[in-house]
């Protein structure tokens, strides 16, 4: 997890799942950690494991050369912070929100006097403190090197830039992909279950074809960057006709077509507009600018 000094002190401020997750990973490593939460029994566990309970947020704030909050929403993190003393504070703010939140919630610590990263745990509290548990982090580079040895205790630290919004759009951007993988496996999956096929068996078929889906992404991202669209692999025409295809097989089978064929009328407006030629990435211009935008 990288050469942390175990010498220095942390504060995590949320004790839920999560929270508690991160104060354990801290006091794993070596670090002293002390812990605040509104609920106190939920630091219960943590103080018997060695923890130091803080009686009030601000008294958490001064224990700490680095303080980790993990809270609900922002509105809770101004909430509990703002009787706080923040001068010379910094803070890493772990709390999933969005972009434009987090850049509101820097310029409010900022004004406050305190140093402060936004970021956004890409895991579950089960794996943090493992080399599989990704944490993001953006704001001021210096502050970022500062800590990222004690950091390190975490999980695998990741920077992504000065603009301390860009945490929380990786977070989304994740979670579209995540979200975007399941249903099309739930989907495929409801379509063999009507001929017998249990999950079970079309999931290693299923996570062949996401690893070589996944292999398609550095090229594609180099179309998109150039704003070029050549089709190498396939045209869109051609893959809107296999569109219509799944929409059919589903249809036959009584399963919802919803998804494919919103993805299918995506495919058909690019085609409209002259892309039919042109490779699948050319449908970014959809997202980019939507329907009626």
Same mark, same amino acid.
């Given at each position: 997890?990288?050469?942390?000094?175990?010498?220095?002190?942390?504060?995590?401020?949320?004790?839920?799942?999560?929270?508690?997750?991160?104060?354990?990973?801290?006091?794993?490593?070596?670090?002293?950690?002390?812990?605040?939460?509104?609920?106190?029994?939920?630091?219960?566990? /943590?103080?018997?494991?060695?923890?130091?309970?803080?009686?009030?947020?601000?008294?958490?704030?001064?224990?700490?050369?680095?303080?980790?909050?993990?809270?609900?929403?922002?509105?809770?993190?101004?909430?509990?912070?703002?009787?706080?003393?923040?001068? @010379?504070?910094?803070?890493?703010?772990?709390?999933?929100?969005?972009?434009?939140?987090?850049? $509101?919630?820097?310029?409010?610590?900022?004004?406050?006097?305190?140093?402060?990263?936004?970021?956004?745990?890409?895991?579950?509290?089960?794996?943090?403190?493992?080399?599989?548990?990704?944490?993001?982090?953006?704001?001021?580079?210096?502050?970022?090197?500062?800590? $990222?040895?004690?950091?390190?205790?975490?999980?695998?630290?990741?920077?992504?830039?000065?603009?301390?919004?860009?945490?929380?759009?990786?977070?989304?951007?994740? #979670?579209?992909?995540?979200?975007?993988? #399941?249903?099309?496996?739930?989907? @495929?999956?409801? /379509?063999?279950?009507?001929?017998?096929?249990?999950?079970?068996?079309?999931?290693?078929?299923?996570?062949?074809?996401?690893?070589?889906?996944?292999?398609?992404?550095? @090229?594609?991202?180099?179309?998109?960057?150039?704003?070029?669209?050549?089709?190498?692999?396939?045209?869109?025409?051609?893959?809107?006709?296999?569109?219509?295809?799944?929409? $059919?097989?589903?249809?036959?089978?009584?399963?919802?077509?919803?998804?494919?064929?919103?993805?299918?009328?995506?495919?058909?407006?690019?085609?409209?507009?002259?892309?039919?030629?042109?490779?699948?990435?050319?449908?970014?211009?959809?997202?980019?600018?939507?329907?009626?935008?």
């Amino acid at each position: 997890m990288g050469n942390n000094n175990t010498d220095i002190p942390v504060t995590v401020i949320g004790l839920g799942l999560m929270g508690r997750a991160l104060a354990g990973a801290f006091l794993k490593a070596g670090h002293p950690t002390t812990v605040w939460n509104r609920t106190t029994s939920k630091a219960d566990h /943590l103080v018997a494991e060695g923890a130091r309970p803080a009686p009030t947020a601000g008294d958490a704030l001064k224990a700490g050369s680095l303080t980790i909050i993990c809270l609900t929403d922002y509105e809770a993190v101004r909430e509990v912070l703002d009787a706080c003393e923040l001068d @010379g504070t910094t803070l890493i703010n772990l709390t999933s929100g969005s972009s434009a939140q987090a850049r $509101e919630a820097a310029r409010w610590a900022e004004r406050r006097g305190a140093r402060y990263l936004d970021g956004a745990i890409m895991a579950v509290p089960p794996a943090i403190g493992t080399a599989e548990a990704v944490i993001l982090h953006s704001g001021p580079r210096p502050d970022f090197a500062a800590h $990222e040895p004690t950091l390190g205790a975490l999980g695998t630290v990741t920077y992504l830039g000065e603009d301390p919004g860009l945490a929380s759009l990786y977070d989304v951007a994740g #979670l579209a992909m995540m979200w975007s993988v #399941l249903n099309a496996w739930l989907q @495929g999956t409801a /379509l063999l279950g009507t001929a017998g096929v249990d999950a079970a068996a079309y999931a290693p078929f299923a996570q062949q074809i996401a690893t070589v889906v996944a292999g398609w992404l550095p @090229g594609y991202a180099e179309q998109i960057d150039r704003g070029s669209f050549p089709a190498e692999v396939s045209a869109l025409e051609t893959d809107a006709g296999a569109m219509a295809h799944l929409i $059919e097989e589903s249809e036959a089978a009584d399963i919802d077509t919803e998804l494919p064929k919103l993805i299918k009328a995506m495919a058909e407006r690019s085609i409209a507009a002259g892309h039919g030629a042109e490779q699948y990435p050319v449908l970014i211009d959809e997202f980019r600018n939507p329907q009626g935008a």
